[in-house]
């Protein structure tokens, strides 16, 4: 029951059979350490980096809690959460 109610809150719909990791995880396995295409995974909306991180419009990473606390912040998918919309945030906020 624990497993099922922390997935939904990052958009899984079903839970994958073994393991499975975050976007944020699945493309830090996909890049060479160190190399030029090393990502920076950092939340667009908060200072922090670690964490389950989901793909934003802008190219960017965001949290799903970060983005349900911001009233301008949407889902292009609300069932997957993501991708996470950031075009109607104020530049000021």
Known sequence: MARAMIDRC???QEVPEGEWFCAKC???A??????AN???FCCQLCPFDYGALKKT???GWAHVICALYIPEVRFGNVH????VILSDVPCDK
């Open 10 to 12: 990052y958009g899984i």
């Open 26 to 28: 699945s493309s830090a």
């Open 30 to 35: 996909a890049k060479v350490p160190g190399g």
């Open 38 to 40: 090393e990502a920076t």
């Open 57 to 59: 419009d802008r190219g």
């Open 80 to 83: 997957s959460m993501e991708p």
